[in-house]
């Protein structure tokens, strides 16, 4: 089969990312451009500020790419964007912008679910991975095991029935004053901390279900902050990030063996913004002798260009171009 080139686009939140990936494995440029230190000062994401530096900026991130993957944009054969899940404003830049590149070079266009690409981006590295396998994805938006059946092919198998983990990680590193993203901040302090210092519960369903809730522990360490602010009592940031951090990852490695004893399998792809964090690597590897693990390398865990191409790459071979009309979808399920 002839090489296929996909030239990606990423703006579903606070970077701008356009990537060129051959095959939906090889990686020929990632440009990621974060907005970070913007949106640092206001605590979180402000929406509209997002959608307005992704239109800044855009047009130099993909000279980038195209540049460092040392190609022309008459060489691309497939243009994608995520269409969703993600801030509607965000994501409407990179996807105009991808039909508007697709119908002015008249190549085909695809939409990208999320989602999907952060699956896939474990496809880039591991060159021997192939369905199936188990897929944990962890980030700001999502909680959620997949058993990935073939490629393009999954069954849903857990999700949160409230917060995602990455969401608490960013609320609790607020409270407790440390910048936003809050993930690396927690992990960074939880280094020097006692995990076993303070308890926080892990949530109980009544049913037998594998699903994830973070809204208790959430709640739990918010109080626990403002118990001892009240009281006058001195807040150890450390044990507090050890013990959130401890007690949040032991509740992703109960479900996912649960998982892992009801379905069957060998493998397990962790993925996403929180699958970034050493402690959760090193405590699933110790754990999960058994199961072969794989993460994708940093750059490729938090949100990226390159991880849409691969999941475009894949999605097209088996439905085909997407319709120009396809719309950003904020809420957009998987
Ligand atoms: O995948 P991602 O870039 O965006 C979404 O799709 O949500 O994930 C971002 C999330 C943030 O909540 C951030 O705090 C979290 O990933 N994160 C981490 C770490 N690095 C990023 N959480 C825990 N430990 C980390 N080292
Ligand atoms: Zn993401």
Redesign the pocket.
């Known amino acids: 089969m002839k090489d296929m080139l996909v030239l990606s686009i990423e703006t579903?939140?606070d970077?701008t990312s356009i990537a060129v990936v051959k095959n939906g494995r090889d990686i020929l440029s990632n440009k990621i451009l974060s907005q970070i230190d913007i949106h640092n000062e206001f605590g979180g994401v402000v929406p509209e500020i997002a959608s307005r530096k992704h239109l800044e900026v855009i047009n130099m991130v993909l000279d980038e790419a195209l540049k460092e993957a040392n190609i022309k944009l008459d060489d691309i054969d497939l243009i994608a964007s995520t269409y969703g899940p993600g801030l509607v404003g965000a994501l409407l830049v990179g996807l105009q912008y991808a039909k508007g590149l697709s119908y002015a070079l008249n190549k085909d266009f695809i939409g990208v679910n999320?989602i999907e690409g952060?699956i896939s981006s474990c496809y880039l590295e591991h060159k021997e991975l192939e369905p199936p396998f188990m897929s944990l994805v962890v980030?700001?938006?999502?909680t959620m095991i997949l058993n990935v059946k073939d490629y393009g092919v999954y069954e849903k198998i857990a999700e949160t029935r409230d917060d995602?983990i990455?969401?608490v990680?960013?609320k609790v590193?607020r409270k407790l004053g440390l910048s936003y993203?809050?993930?690396?901040n927690?992990?960074r302090l939880a280094k020097l901390g006692d995990e076993d210092a303070i308890k926080f519960p892990q949530s109980r369903f009544e049913d037998d279900t594998l699903d994830f809730s973070y809204s208790g522990i959430k709640s739990s360490v918010l109080n626990y902050i403002n118990q001892c602010n009240s009281k006058g009592i001195y807040i150890n940031k450390e044990d507090v990030c050890a013990s959130f951090q401890k007690t949040s990852i032991d509740m992703l490695i109960k479900n996912v063996e649960k998982a892992f004893d009801k379905y069957g399998g060998k493998k397990l792809c962790i993925v996403?913004?929180?699958s970034?964090?050493?402690y959760?690597r090193n405590k699933f590897l110790s754990y999960f002798k058994d199961i072969e693990i794989y993460y994708p390398s940093k750059e490729l865990?938090?949100?990226n260009g390159a991880m849409i191409a691969s999941a475009a790459y894949y999605s097209f071979l088996r439905n085909g171009r997407s319709e120009y009309t396809l719309n950003a979808s904020s809420n957009l399920k998987f």
Do not use: Y
């Not at 980030?139 to 999502?142: A, C, E, T, V």
């Open positions: 579903s939140c970077e999320h952060h980030s700001g938006g999502h995602a990455g969401e990680f960013d590193a993203p809050g993930g690396p927690i992990e996403g913004g929180v970034s964090n050493n959760l865990c938090t949100d």
